[in-house]
């Protein structure tokens, strides 16, 4: 799904899977989720299975994905992304950093748009609809959830390197 909303140079892979099998975690990974609940722990390990996957599509090995202060997936020299899970979806998003400044996807249940999110995720574009058709465009991917891409910035305490879209080319 949420590679139908990005730019072909962006290495998109999500799944619907409940769970993966044990030992796809990088010992390094492991250690960050040792004391996790089960729940947290399998969107961890779906979340980066999708990661290595996006990772492959661009040429590289996998690689542990660890995270940040704040949480935020570290990524290999070179490479900027995202991940997202929700209910019965998790997704990750990758691009190389010489197309693409920062990068961030949002998975969410599948219902209306609070008032005021499509300004927060999507630059307007000359009165042509972007807002609308990126509304439209996030749908159900049958399973309760939706995504969409989203500007790096919209989380609290993450600030985009650029004011506009967080892509060099216009997305």
Partial sequence: MIERLLPAYVSCAATREVSVADGN??????????????????DFATARACARRAMGRLGLEPVAVLH???????????????????????AAALARAGDVLSLGIDAEPHAPLPDGVAELVVLP?????????????ATSTGTGCCSA?????????????????TSRRRI
């Fill in 149 to 165: 891409p989203r500007r790096a910035s919209s989380r609290p305490g993450i600030r985009s390197p650029s004011p506009s879209w």
């Fill in 25 to 42: 975690l990088f010992p390094e990974e492991e250690e960050l989720i040792a004391t996790a609940v089960p729940k947290r722990r399998n």
């Fill in 125 to 137: 574009r000359s009165g042509n609809g972007s807002r609308r058709r990126v509304a439209r465009r």
């Fill in 68 to 90: 940040g202060k704040r949480g935020m997936p570290l990524w290999p020299e070179g490479i900027v992304g995202s991940l997202t899970h929700c209910e019965g979806y998790r």
